[in-house]
């Protein structure tokens, strides 16, 4: 079973300084294409979604160049004994301001006021422009039985799953990490999601993954090594 990524006090790198750290960082910059930044505080840059080229895997769109990437994790996957199911990848901020709008419109009609509905959407959409989904290279995935199994396969407690112990664990040897950890919320600016997984390439995932790092934290260890 893969350790809790929100659990870092036992790893084997916790204990290292920053100049260690740095030393041991992978050769990457933070402008390169995987790494890109998508929080509630760093929007979508401007004309991102006309210059990337996305491609369809198993119904979904995503950047064509994490395809290979994706389908190799879920024949591993299919072969450990998990069926893998690709709820969402690529979202176009027009579908992103759809779904905010529904769900906004929903709470307001239940007697909320603009400011509340807005809280309360907020928790479950990102502000269209600042979702990851709007890159291409996030993808929710849960396996089949669990999704078949339950109305909102994408809550938490997915990680009491199998499946979902050999994605946080195998997932960085293609390039995958889990986005948003527990207990790092204030890092991320999201809540804990358990089927969220993002690429950022091989290297950068295993360094990721191996110092239960949040990408934030990532980055910003990359720009001072810059």
Known sequence: MAQDPSQSDDSPHAEQTLHEQLADLPDAKTTDWE???INPTHPLPNDYEKNTQYQEA???PMDARIVDAYLEMKAAAQKA???????????????QQ???????????????????????????IAKPGYSEHHSGLALDIVDEEWFKSHDDPYIPEYDTQDSQHWLVEHAPEYGFILRYLKGKENETGTGYESWHFRYVGVENAKYIAAHQLTLEKYLELLAEKE
């Open 35 to 37: 790494l890109i930044l």
């Open 81 to 95: 004994g998990y069926t893998l199911h690709l709820g969402s990848a690529y979202r176009s901020v027009e579908h």
């Open 58 to 60: 198993d119904g979904e």
């Open 98 to 124: 759809f779904n905010y709008d529904w769900h906004m419109n929903h709470y307001m009609e239940q007697g909320m006021s603009e400011a509340d509905a807005k809280k309360e959407t907020e928790k479950q």
